[in-house]
Protein backbone atom coordinates (compact mmCIF):
# COMPACT_ATOMS: atom_id res chain seq x y z
CA UNK A 1 0.00 0.00 0.00
CA UNK A 2 0.95 3.43 -0.82
CA UNK A 3 0.89 6.62 1.20
CA UNK A 4 -1.48 8.12 -1.30
CA UNK A 5 -4.40 5.23 -0.58
CA UNK A 6 -5.35 7.39 1.98
CA UNK A 7 -5.07 10.58 4.19
CA UNK A 8 -2.20 10.12 6.11
CA UNK A 9 -2.24 11.17 9.71
CA UNK A 10 0.93 13.84 10.59
CA UNK A 11 -0.24 14.64 14.45
CA UNK A 12 -2.39 12.88 16.92
CA UNK A 13 -3.44 14.85 19.57
CA UNK A 14 -5.93 13.83 22.85
CA UNK A 15 -8.33 16.50 23.49
CA UNK A 16 -9.84 16.26 27.24
CA UNK A 17 -13.52 17.31 26.87
CA UNK A 18 -14.70 17.95 30.46
CA UNK A 19 -17.78 15.18 31.59
CA UNK A 20 -19.73 14.38 35.04
CA UNK A 21 -21.01 11.03 36.15
CA UNK A 22 -24.21 11.06 37.46
CA UNK A 23 -26.52 8.61 39.91
CA UNK A 24 -30.18 9.31 38.16
CA UNK A 25 -33.58 8.25 39.74
CA UNK A 26 -36.16 7.26 37.13
CA UNK A 27 -40.09 5.90 36.82
CA UNK A 28 -40.43 3.98 33.10
CA UNK A 29 -43.47 2.71 31.66
CA UNK A 30 -43.69 -0.89 30.36
CA UNK A 31 -45.94 -3.02 28.79
CA UNK A 32 -46.07 -6.58 29.35
CA UNK A 33 -49.09 -9.47 27.60
CA UNK A 34 -51.33 -10.79 30.27
CA UNK A 35 -51.29 -14.85 30.97
CA UNK A 36 -53.37 -17.02 28.47
CA UNK A 37 -56.90 -17.72 30.10
CA UNK A 38 -57.15 -13.70 31.15
CA UNK A 39 -55.85 -12.34 27.62
CA UNK A 40 -58.40 -14.53 25.90
CA UNK A 41 -61.37 -13.68 27.85
CA UNK A 42 -60.68 -9.77 27.77
CA UNK A 43 -60.52 -10.53 23.89
CA UNK A 44 -63.80 -12.20 23.67
CA UNK A 45 -65.61 -9.69 25.90
CA UNK A 46 -63.89 -7.11 23.97
CA UNK A 47 -65.19 -8.50 20.82
CA UNK A 48 -68.86 -7.99 21.97
CA UNK A 49 -70.10 -8.04 25.62
CA UNK A 50 -71.60 -11.82 26.33
CA UNK A 51 -72.80 -14.14 29.32
CA UNK A 52 -70.70 -15.96 31.32
CA UNK A 53 -72.71 -19.31 29.65
CA UNK A 54 -71.53 -18.05 26.13
CA UNK A 55 -67.71 -17.38 27.81
CA UNK A 56 -67.87 -21.15 29.03
CA UNK A 57 -69.25 -22.86 26.19
CA UNK A 58 -66.82 -21.27 23.77
CA UNK A 59 -63.45 -22.15 25.68
CA UNK A 60 -65.59 -25.47 27.13
CA UNK A 61 -65.53 -24.38 30.39
CA UNK A 62 -67.04 -26.09 33.33
CA UNK A 63 -68.92 -23.82 35.48
CA UNK A 64 -66.62 -23.98 37.90
CA UNK A 65 -63.83 -23.17 35.91
CA UNK A 66 -66.11 -19.93 34.04
CA UNK A 67 -66.94 -18.64 37.22
CA UNK A 68 -63.26 -18.60 38.77
CA UNK A 69 -61.90 -16.74 35.78
CA UNK A 70 -64.57 -14.19 35.95
CA UNK A 71 -64.32 -13.61 39.21
CA UNK A 72 -61.11 -13.19 39.46
CA UNK A 73 -60.83 -10.66 36.37
CA UNK A 74 -63.63 -8.61 38.75
CA UNK A 75 -61.62 -8.71 41.26
CA UNK A 76 -58.52 -7.27 39.42
CA UNK A 77 -61.33 -4.47 38.07
CA UNK A 78 -61.14 -5.59 34.49
CA UNK A 79 -64.39 -7.17 34.17
CA UNK A 80 -67.82 -5.90 34.93
CA UNK A 81 -71.65 -7.27 34.93
CA UNK A 82 -74.19 -4.87 32.60
CA UNK A 83 -77.58 -4.24 33.73
CA UNK A 84 -78.63 -6.41 30.95
CA UNK A 85 -76.70 -9.47 32.53
CA UNK A 86 -73.73 -9.62 30.13
CA UNK A 87 -69.82 -9.49 31.06
CA UNK A 88 -68.48 -6.35 29.71
CA UNK A 89 -65.10 -4.54 29.57
CA UNK A 90 -64.45 -1.87 32.92
CA UNK A 91 -62.37 1.39 31.54
CA UNK A 92 -59.23 0.08 32.86
CA UNK A 93 -59.59 -2.84 30.63
CA UNK A 94 -60.31 -1.06 27.50
CA UNK A 95 -57.02 0.56 28.32
CA UNK A 96 -55.08 -2.42 27.33
CA UNK A 97 -56.67 -2.47 23.36
CA UNK A 98 -55.87 0.63 21.00
CA UNK A 99 -57.70 -1.45 18.10
CA UNK A 100 -60.77 -4.41 17.95
CA UNK A 101 -59.24 -7.90 17.56
CA UNK A 102 -55.61 -7.03 19.27
CA UNK A 103 -53.81 -8.38 21.73
CA UNK A 104 -53.97 -6.20 25.18
CA UNK A 105 -50.91 -5.23 26.60
CA UNK A 106 -50.86 -4.17 30.58
CA UNK A 107 -48.82 -0.70 31.19
CA UNK A 108 -46.71 -0.98 34.49
CA UNK A 109 -45.15 2.03 35.71
CA UNK A 110 -41.87 1.31 37.57
CA UNK A 111 -38.92 2.77 39.02
CA UNK A 112 -34.98 2.04 38.70
CA UNK A 113 -31.61 3.64 38.69
CA UNK A 114 -28.46 4.03 36.70
CA UNK A 115 -24.81 5.61 37.05
CA UNK A 116 -23.98 7.47 33.81
CA UNK A 117 -21.61 9.38 32.34
CA UNK A 118 -22.18 12.50 30.29
CA UNK A 119 -20.27 15.03 28.64
CA UNK A 120 -20.60 18.94 29.24
CA UNK A 121 -20.28 20.24 26.03
CA UNK A 122 -23.26 17.98 23.90
CA UNK A 123 -24.46 15.90 26.99
CA UNK A 124 -24.12 13.09 25.14
CA UNK A 125 -24.47 9.31 27.05
CA UNK A 126 -21.62 8.15 27.52
CA UNK A 127 -22.25 4.85 29.30
CA UNK A 128 -22.69 2.97 32.80
CA UNK A 129 -18.87 2.26 32.70
CA UNK A 130 -16.87 4.37 35.15
CA UNK A 131 -14.25 5.24 33.51
CA UNK A 132 -11.63 7.21 35.00
CA UNK A 133 -8.91 9.86 33.84
CA UNK A 134 -6.20 12.71 34.81
CA UNK A 135 -6.06 15.66 33.20
CA UNK A 136 -2.77 15.63 31.60
CA UNK A 137 -1.20 14.15 28.25
CA UNK A 138 -3.65 16.09 26.33
CA UNK A 139 -5.14 19.51 25.40
CA UNK A 140 -8.58 20.57 27.70
CA UNK A 141 -11.53 21.86 25.86
CA UNK A 142 -13.16 24.74 27.19
CA UNK A 143 -17.05 24.53 27.62
CA UNK A 144 -19.72 26.83 28.68
CA UNK A 145 -19.16 27.58 32.51
CA UNK A 146 -23.30 27.51 33.19
CA UNK A 147 -23.33 23.89 31.56
CA UNK A 148 -21.03 22.84 34.62
CA UNK A 149 -23.19 24.60 37.21
CA UNK A 150 -26.44 23.36 35.50
CA UNK A 151 -25.41 20.02 34.66
CA UNK A 152 -27.83 18.33 36.82
CA UNK A 153 -30.88 19.81 35.82
CA UNK A 154 -29.60 20.04 31.62
CA UNK A 155 -28.84 15.85 32.37
CA UNK A 156 -32.12 15.66 33.24
CA UNK A 157 -33.61 16.82 29.88
CA UNK A 158 -31.01 14.97 27.98
CA UNK A 159 -31.55 11.32 29.67
CA UNK A 160 -35.26 11.85 28.76
CA UNK A 161 -34.38 12.75 25.38
CA UNK A 162 -32.28 10.37 25.00
CA UNK A 163 -33.88 7.64 26.77
CA UNK A 164 -34.34 5.15 23.70
CA UNK A 165 -30.48 5.15 22.40
CA UNK A 166 -29.46 5.01 26.30
CA UNK A 167 -32.07 1.89 26.44
CA UNK A 168 -30.77 0.68 22.94
CA UNK A 169 -26.84 0.90 23.75
CA UNK A 170 -27.32 -1.65 26.34
CA UNK A 171 -26.43 1.56 29.19
CA UNK A 172 -29.81 0.44 31.65
CA UNK A 173 -30.45 -2.67 33.34
CA UNK A 174 -31.68 -5.64 32.20
CA UNK A 175 -34.88 -5.45 33.76
CA UNK A 176 -36.12 -3.24 31.59
CA UNK A 177 -36.18 -5.63 29.11
CA UNK A 178 -37.15 -8.71 30.49
CA UNK A 179 -40.88 -8.53 30.15
CA UNK A 180 -42.10 -9.31 26.44
CA UNK A 181 -43.49 -6.30 24.07
CA UNK A 182 -42.74 -2.93 23.17
CA UNK A 183 -39.45 -1.61 25.18
CA UNK A 184 -40.89 0.54 27.89
CA UNK A 185 -40.91 4.86 27.92
CA UNK A 186 -39.69 6.93 30.05
CA UNK A 187 -42.16 8.38 33.01
CA UNK A 188 -40.34 10.90 34.33
CA UNK A 189 -37.31 11.41 36.18
CA UNK A 190 -37.50 11.76 40.06
CA UNK A 191 -33.29 13.15 40.68
CA UNK A 192 -30.41 13.43 39.47
CA UNK A 193 -27.03 13.65 41.84
CA UNK A 194 -23.45 14.55 40.21
CA UNK A 195 -21.30 12.41 41.41
CA UNK A 196 -18.31 13.15 39.75
CA UNK A 197 -16.15 14.95 37.72
CA UNK A 198 -13.64 13.26 34.92
CA UNK A 199 -12.09 14.37 31.66
CA UNK A 200 -13.31 12.32 28.42
CA UNK A 201 -10.14 11.62 26.28
CA UNK A 202 -11.00 12.51 22.67
CA UNK A 203 -7.93 11.46 20.35
CA UNK A 204 -7.38 13.37 17.27
CA UNK A 205 -5.23 12.82 13.98
CA UNK A 206 -4.48 15.32 11.91
CA UNK A 207 -4.43 14.45 8.36
CA UNK A 208 -3.23 15.30 4.63
CA UNK A 209 -4.39 14.36 1.24
CA UNK A 210 -2.07 13.06 -0.82
CA UNK A 211 -1.75 16.19 -2.56
CA UNK A 212 -0.07 17.53 0.96
CA UNK A 213 -3.12 19.27 1.87
CA UNK A 214 -4.64 19.17 5.62
CA UNK A 215 -7.80 17.51 5.58
CA UNK A 216 -11.62 17.91 7.70
CA UNK A 217 -11.12 15.91 10.68
CA UNK A 218 -13.27 12.81 11.43
CA UNK A 219 -16.52 13.52 14.00
CA UNK A 220 -16.31 11.72 17.28
CA UNK A 221 -18.74 8.33 17.23
CA UNK A 222 -19.01 8.98 21.05
CA UNK A 223 -20.60 12.54 20.37
CA UNK A 224 -24.18 12.83 19.40
CA UNK A 225 -23.17 16.21 17.43
CA UNK A 226 -19.45 17.28 17.03
CA UNK A 227 -19.75 20.84 15.93
CA UNK A 228 -19.67 22.86 19.12
CA UNK A 229 -16.70 20.37 20.12
CA UNK A 230 -14.70 20.91 16.65
CA UNK A 231 -15.14 24.59 17.21
CA UNK A 232 -13.64 24.75 20.49
CA UNK A 233 -10.94 22.65 19.39
CA UNK A 234 -10.21 25.04 16.19
CA UNK A 235 -10.18 27.79 18.80
CA UNK A 236 -7.41 25.95 21.52
CA UNK A 237 -5.35 24.77 18.31
CA UNK A 238 -5.69 28.80 16.98
CA UNK A 239 -4.58 29.76 20.49
CA UNK A 240 -1.52 27.53 21.12
CA UNK A 241 -0.32 27.89 17.01
CA UNK A 242 3.47 29.13 16.77
CA UNK A 243 4.57 31.58 13.45
CA UNK A 244 6.42 29.60 10.36
CA UNK A 245 9.55 28.05 11.95
CA UNK A 246 10.90 26.42 8.50
CA UNK A 247 13.90 28.93 8.29
CA UNK A 248 14.78 27.61 11.76
CA UNK A 249 14.39 24.09 11.11
CA UNK A 250 16.42 24.40 7.77
CA UNK A 251 18.75 25.47 10.07
CA UNK A 252 18.74 23.26 12.59
CA UNK A 253 18.87 20.08 9.53
CA UNK A 254 22.35 21.62 8.09
CA UNK A 255 23.83 21.91 11.78
CA UNK A 256 22.84 18.28 11.93
CA UNK A 257 24.22 17.56 8.44
CA UNK A 258 20.54 16.48 7.20
CA UNK A 259 20.38 16.64 3.30
CA UNK A 260 17.26 14.47 2.88
CA UNK A 261 14.47 15.92 4.74
CA UNK A 262 14.58 19.53 3.71
CA UNK A 263 13.44 18.26 0.22
CA UNK A 264 9.97 16.94 1.37
CA UNK A 265 9.10 20.80 1.64
CA UNK A 266 10.56 21.33 -1.85
CA UNK A 267 11.38 25.01 -3.24
CA UNK A 268 8.65 27.13 -1.66
CA UNK A 269 8.37 25.15 2.05
CA UNK A 270 4.05 25.60 1.54
CA UNK A 271 2.80 22.03 2.74
CA UNK A 272 4.46 18.21 2.31
CA UNK A 273 5.78 16.65 -1.13
CA UNK A 274 4.03 13.36 -0.22
CA UNK A 275 5.48 11.85 -3.25
CA UNK A 276 8.95 12.73 -2.69
CA UNK A 277 8.58 11.05 0.54
CA UNK A 278 7.32 8.18 -0.75
CA UNK A 279 9.77 7.91 -3.21
CA UNK A 280 12.37 8.80 -0.23
CA UNK A 281 10.88 5.20 1.47
CA UNK A 282 11.21 3.33 -1.28
CA UNK A 283 15.14 4.23 -1.29
CA UNK A 284 15.80 3.90 1.90
CA UNK A 285 14.11 0.26 2.31
CA UNK A 286 16.74 -0.41 -0.24
CA UNK A 287 19.62 0.97 1.45
CA UNK A 288 22.11 -0.53 3.29
CA UNK A 289 22.55 2.70 5.75
CA UNK A 290 20.14 1.66 8.58
CA UNK A 291 18.34 5.09 7.58
CA UNK A 292 13.94 5.50 7.59
CA UNK A 293 12.33 8.85 7.50
CA UNK A 294 8.74 9.52 8.91
CA UNK A 295 5.82 11.54 9.25
CA UNK A 296 4.23 12.01 12.73
CA UNK A 297 5.12 11.64 16.08
CA UNK A 298 7.79 9.53 17.28
CA UNK A 299 5.25 7.95 19.92
CA UNK A 300 2.29 7.29 17.89
CA UNK A 301 1.59 3.37 17.43
CA UNK A 302 3.39 2.80 13.63
CA UNK A 303 6.27 4.97 14.33
CA UNK A 304 7.10 3.19 17.93
CA UNK A 305 7.30 -0.11 16.02
CA UNK A 306 10.24 1.46 13.98
CA UNK A 307 11.82 2.27 17.14
CA UNK A 308 11.06 -1.07 18.01
CA UNK A 309 12.93 -2.70 15.10
CA UNK A 310 16.24 -1.20 16.88
CA UNK A 311 15.57 -1.03 20.21
CA UNK A 312 14.07 -4.81 20.79
CA UNK A 313 17.02 -6.78 19.75
CA UNK A 314 19.43 -4.27 21.95
CA UNK A 315 17.58 -5.30 24.82
CA UNK A 316 17.49 -9.08 24.01
CA UNK A 317 21.17 -8.40 23.70
CA UNK A 318 21.93 -6.85 26.58
CA UNK A 319 19.57 -9.25 28.59
CA UNK A 320 21.73 -11.97 27.46
CA UNK A 321 24.61 -10.11 27.72
CA UNK A 322 27.29 -10.89 30.77
CA UNK A 323 28.80 -7.20 30.10
CA UNK A 324 28.30 -4.17 32.08
CA UNK A 325 26.33 -1.87 29.73
CA UNK A 326 24.29 0.00 32.33
CA UNK A 327 25.59 3.28 32.37
CA UNK A 328 24.84 3.80 28.76
CA UNK A 329 22.45 6.77 28.47
CA UNK A 330 19.56 6.70 26.76
CA UNK A 331 18.19 10.23 26.39
CA UNK A 332 15.13 11.72 25.21
CA UNK A 333 15.31 15.48 24.26
CA UNK A 334 11.48 17.29 23.88
CA UNK A 335 11.01 19.82 21.88
CA UNK A 336 9.69 23.40 22.54
CA UNK A 337 6.50 22.72 20.63
CA UNK A 338 2.72 23.31 22.55
CA UNK A 339 1.69 19.84 20.72
CA UNK A 340 3.96 17.84 21.28
CA UNK A 341 3.24 15.32 23.77
CA UNK A 342 -0.35 15.92 23.91
CA UNK A 343 -1.27 12.27 23.67
CA UNK A 344 -1.18 9.47 26.63
CA UNK A 345 0.72 7.30 23.95
CA UNK A 346 3.59 9.25 24.63
CA UNK A 347 3.26 7.90 28.61
CA UNK A 348 2.99 4.69 27.84
CA UNK A 349 6.10 5.01 25.65
CA UNK A 350 8.13 6.45 28.32
CA UNK A 351 6.87 3.99 31.17
CA UNK A 352 7.83 1.17 28.38
CA UNK A 353 11.44 2.92 28.47
CA UNK A 354 11.55 2.55 32.06
CA UNK A 355 10.27 -0.86 32.62
CA UNK A 356 12.97 -2.00 29.99
CA UNK A 357 15.99 -0.46 31.98
CA UNK A 358 16.23 -2.91 34.11
CA UNK A 359 16.00 -6.74 34.78
CA UNK A 360 16.04 -8.86 38.07
CA UNK A 361 20.10 -8.64 37.96
CA UNK A 362 21.10 -5.76 36.52
CA UNK A 363 20.79 -2.73 34.39
CA UNK A 364 20.35 -2.50 30.46
CA UNK A 365 21.01 1.07 29.99
CA UNK A 366 20.15 4.86 31.84
CA UNK A 367 17.17 6.06 30.88
CA UNK A 368 16.33 9.84 30.80
CA UNK A 369 14.11 12.27 29.28
CA UNK A 370 14.53 15.98 29.29
CA UNK A 371 11.80 18.48 29.12
CA UNK A 372 11.64 22.26 28.49
CA UNK A 373 12.56 24.62 30.91
CA UNK A 374 13.51 28.60 31.26
CA UNK A 375 15.86 27.63 34.16
CA UNK A 376 16.11 25.96 37.31
CA UNK A 377 14.35 28.22 38.75
CA UNK A 378 11.24 27.71 36.48
CA UNK A 379 9.22 25.93 39.25
CA UNK A 380 6.09 26.29 37.64
CA UNK A 381 7.52 24.55 34.38
CA UNK A 382 9.01 21.62 36.80
CA UNK A 383 5.70 21.57 38.38
CA UNK A 384 3.85 20.80 35.51
CA UNK A 385 5.95 18.66 33.77
CA UNK A 386 6.48 16.75 36.84
CA UNK A 387 2.40 15.67 37.28
CA UNK A 388 2.90 15.01 33.46
CA UNK A 389 5.13 12.38 33.85
CA UNK A 390 3.46 10.90 37.25
CA UNK A 391 4.12 8.50 38.50
CA UNK A 392 7.46 8.05 36.22
CA UNK A 393 9.63 10.90 37.67
CA UNK A 394 12.34 9.14 39.19
CA UNK A 395 14.19 9.84 35.13
CA UNK A 396 12.62 13.54 34.44
CA UNK A 397 15.11 16.42 33.47
CA UNK A 398 14.69 19.75 32.88
CA UNK A 399 16.26 21.25 30.30
CA UNK A 400 16.94 25.06 29.28
CA UNK A 401 15.19 25.60 26.06
CA UNK A 402 17.00 26.08 22.52
CA UNK A 403 18.81 23.17 21.87
CA UNK A 404 18.43 23.42 17.86
CA UNK A 405 16.51 26.13 18.39
CA UNK A 406 13.55 24.52 20.39
CA UNK A 407 12.13 22.70 17.53
CA UNK A 408 13.91 19.27 17.30
CA UNK A 409 13.16 16.62 19.37
CA UNK A 410 15.93 13.60 19.71
CA UNK A 411 15.81 9.77 21.08
CA UNK A 412 19.48 8.97 21.47
CA UNK A 413 20.22 5.37 22.37
CA UNK A 414 24.45 6.25 22.91
CA UNK A 415 26.70 4.12 19.74
CA UNK A 416 23.50 2.42 18.75
CA UNK A 417 20.60 4.87 17.38
CA UNK A 418 19.49 8.13 16.93
CA UNK A 419 15.91 9.85 16.00
CA UNK A 420 15.72 13.46 15.01
CA UNK A 421 11.94 14.95 15.22
CA UNK A 422 11.70 18.44 13.27
CA UNK A 423 8.37 19.73 14.40
CA UNK A 424 7.78 22.36 11.68
CA UNK A 425 5.37 24.63 11.86
CA UNK A 426 3.28 25.90 8.68
CA UNK A 427 0.11 27.67 9.95
CA UNK A 428 -1.18 28.85 6.65
CA UNK A 429 -1.13 25.06 5.44
CA UNK A 430 -1.79 23.42 9.05
CA UNK A 431 -3.43 23.52 11.98
CA UNK A 432 -1.00 22.01 14.05
CA UNK A 433 2.91 21.45 14.06
CA UNK A 434 4.10 18.53 11.86
CA UNK A 435 6.61 16.23 13.37
CA UNK A 436 8.90 14.98 10.55
CA UNK A 437 11.65 12.97 11.10
CA UNK A 438 14.34 9.92 10.49
CA UNK A 439 15.42 6.97 12.22
CA UNK A 440 19.71 6.44 11.72
CA UNK A 441 21.66 3.51 12.99
CA UNK A 442 24.95 4.76 10.82
CA UNK A 443 27.52 5.42 13.08
CA UNK A 444 28.56 8.90 12.12
CA UNK A 445 25.16 10.34 12.19
CA UNK A 446 24.44 8.46 15.80
CA UNK A 447 28.23 9.99 16.27
CA UNK A 448 27.51 13.27 15.42
CA UNK A 449 23.99 14.47 16.82
CA UNK A 450 25.21 12.99 20.43
CA UNK A 451 27.78 14.85 20.35
CA UNK A 452 25.44 17.96 19.28
CA UNK A 453 23.40 16.73 22.34
CA UNK A 454 26.21 16.24 24.64
CA UNK A 455 27.53 19.49 24.03
CA UNK A 456 24.23 21.15 24.83
CA UNK A 457 23.58 18.88 28.01
CA UNK A 458 27.11 19.84 29.54
CA UNK A 459 26.84 23.81 28.23
CA UNK A 460 25.52 27.02 29.94
CA UNK A 461 23.00 30.07 28.90
CA UNK A 462 24.85 32.07 31.21
CA UNK A 463 27.13 32.41 34.27
CA UNK A 464 25.82 29.68 36.84
CA UNK A 465 23.19 28.25 34.90
CA UNK A 466 24.06 25.11 33.31
CA UNK A 467 21.45 23.76 30.33
CA UNK A 468 20.99 20.66 32.79
CA UNK A 469 18.89 21.69 35.24
CA UNK A 470 18.69 18.50 36.28
CA UNK A 471 15.88 15.90 38.28
CA UNK A 472 12.60 17.54 38.27
CA UNK A 473 11.73 16.40 41.50
CA UNK A 474 14.67 17.97 43.18
CA UNK A 475 13.80 21.54 41.79
CA UNK A 476 13.30 24.31 44.14
CA UNK A 477 15.56 22.10 46.79
CA UNK A 478 19.06 23.77 48.19
CA UNK A 479 22.51 21.67 46.80
CA UNK A 480 23.70 20.04 43.63
CA UNK A 481 21.16 18.75 41.52
CA UNK A 482 21.26 15.18 40.13
CA UNK A 483 22.31 15.62 36.04
CA UNK A 484 22.44 12.70 34.25
Not at 458 to 465: I, K, N, T
Request: hydrophobic share 35%.
Amino acid sequence: MTIFDSNLAYQEIDFLLPAQRFNINFSYITQKGLPFVREFVLRLVHLAPMSASQVATFFGFSRGEVREAIEDLVDRGELTLAPDGRLTLTEKANGYFTELGEVPRLSLLRDSTACLSFDLATFSCLGKDNFSGKWKAGLPIRVDDENASRSEALVEKNFQRQFQQILNDGFLSKSLLEDEGDPPNIYTVNSVSKIKQMPLRLPVQFKVAKDGTSVERDDFEVLKSSDYVHEQISLEVNRLTRPNNLDDIKRAMLEIGDGETPELFGLNGECINLQFLEDLGKLESNSRKGRRTFLGPIYSSANWELVQTHLAPLIKARRESKADVGQTPFRWVAPSDPFWGKSSNLQVRFAEILDKACTKDKRLYTPAIYLPVHGAEDLRSARLWKREFDPNTEATYGLVEGFLGGNVEVLYFEGEFVVVVYHVSLPDAYPVSIPIGFLSAEKEVVKSVGGLLSKYLDGSSGFDRPNNCGLLTRFGQSGDQDRR
